[in-house]
């Protein structure tokens, strides 16, 4: 069984600059564009790029990624750096 994520030729991967949420890690992210199969998310707030499973992406509404943004900030100020 093949580990990489084949395409599904059905559905166009999100367009780069499109909030979704990765189904495996849990987490909201910017597609910042793609890689061989994977696609390119980056955290809302910035940071570091993690790879995603486009089979295992979903585009989010205004409402979730409200809440997403509101979740990062809060986190963001509760962090001791």
Do not use: F, K, Y
């Amino acid at each position: 069984m093949s580990t990489t994520p084949q395409p599904d030729p059905t559905t166009a991967p999100p367009l780069p600059g499109t909030a979704v949420r990765d189904i495996a890690s849990s987490r909201v992210g910017i597609v910042m564009g793609h890689e061989g199969p994977w696609l390119q998310l980056r955290p809302l707030g910035g940071g570091r790029e993690w790879d995603a499973d486009p089979a295992r992406v979903r585009p989010v509404g205004p409402a979730e990624l409200l809440q997403a943004r509101v979740a990062e900030a809060n986190a963001r100020s509760r962090s001791t750096d």
